[in-house]
């Protein structure tokens, strides 16, 4: 997110959007997805959230609770509704967007259950990496490094890094049934903002190359429809990114170095509100491009070399 409590997304290409009826998602409705995993959506829609986010249960006597998203008091009603008192063995975080993590203390407050999954951003050390769209307050039990794992009755899941839409990403396998739940890596609805400082284009795409290299089943993400052909979606999201920096290319080598004007021109039509989401995302594939020795900066315009 850049703005205001947002997720970070951006429309789309045609070829790579899928319909999605609005009417399967109910806001605060438990809505089974297969018999180990379920969700239930929060009150937070945005031109940047879609309908919100899914917060996703995981298990059938025991639970895990994978981004039990904002800080809304009808979300936590809906959410131990839906647990129903069974207990809850973790609560998983993927990243610390204030959409994604901060209903967490609440959670875990009404559960007991300790707080699992990505690092907290460390600000002193790496600058002003977070902007508002960032939960400060993110104090994990429990950080998951690479291949780390949290399991219960009848499921396990597997911590995998995947960088690039924050730096402290992670994605859950629940590796029972081949689901896989991306976060905001890989979305049902739009494509994924990466924004610097935090945001890595370079990241992000080595984050795909590594989804590509599993057999996932489905996907499961936080914003929109379940991906049920994985690999070939995230194909086409690397396909995206790769025509963006050719257009990206191409209005530099026409002289159209600032980034206000290649939004103008790459964006055709976008909603004013996701231009600054826009903004950010050519600059991430800038920040790429001057580490590869393609570009350079000069006085805020970008030229090709
Ligand atoms: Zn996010």
Redesign the pocket.
């Known amino acids: 997110?850049t703005m205001g409590g947002a997720?970070?997304t951006l429309p789309m290409p045609a070829s790579a959007a899928i319909s999605l009826p609005m009417s399967d998602f109910p806001t605060g409705e438990l809505i089974q997805l297969e018999p180990l995993v379920a969700r239930v959506l929060a009150p937070n829609p945005s031109p940047y959230t879609f309908t919100g986010t899914q917060t996703h249960l995981v298990g059938t006597t025991d639970l895990a609770i994978i981004d039990p998203g904002p800080d809304d008091p009808r979300h936590l009603g809906a959410l131990t509704a839906a647990i129903a008192g069974r207990p809850v063995t973790a609560i998983l975080v993927t990243?610390t967007?204030r959409?994604?993590s901060p209903l967490a203390r609440a959670l875990q407050a009404a559960t007991g259950a300790p707080i699992v999954g990505c690092a907290p951003l460390a600000l002193d050390d790496l600058g002003p990496r977070a902007d508002a769209a960032f939960d400060r307050n993110y104090a994990p039990d429990r950080i998951l490094g690479d291949g780390a794992q949290v399991a219960g009755a009848g499921w396990t899941l597997t911590a995998i890094p995947t960088p690039g839409?924050?730096s402290n990403h992670l994605a859950f396998a629940l590796e029972d049934t081949k689901a896989l739940f991306p976060g905001?890596t890989v979305m049902g609805w739009s494509t994924t903002v990466v924004s610097p400082p935090d945001g890595d284009m370079a990241d992000y795409l080595a984050s795909l190359a590594k989804l590509m290299l599993r057999d996932d089943r489905v996907y499961y993400p936080a914003h929109g429809e379940a991906i049920a052909t994985p690999r070939r979606f995230v194909r086409s999201l690397i396909g995206h990114r790769k025509q963006r920096e050719g257009q990206i290319l191409r209005l530099l080598a026409r002289g159209v170095g600032e980034i206000p004007a290649m939004v103008e021109q790459m964006y055709v039509g976008l909603d004013p509100r996701l231009v600054p989401a826009a903004q950010g995302s050519v600059l991430a594939h800038l920040v790429d491009l001057e580490r590869r020795g393609r570009v350079r900066q000069e006085g805020g315009a970008w030229t090709a070399i």
């Open positions: 997110m997720s970070q990243h967007h959409d994604h839409h924050t905001d």
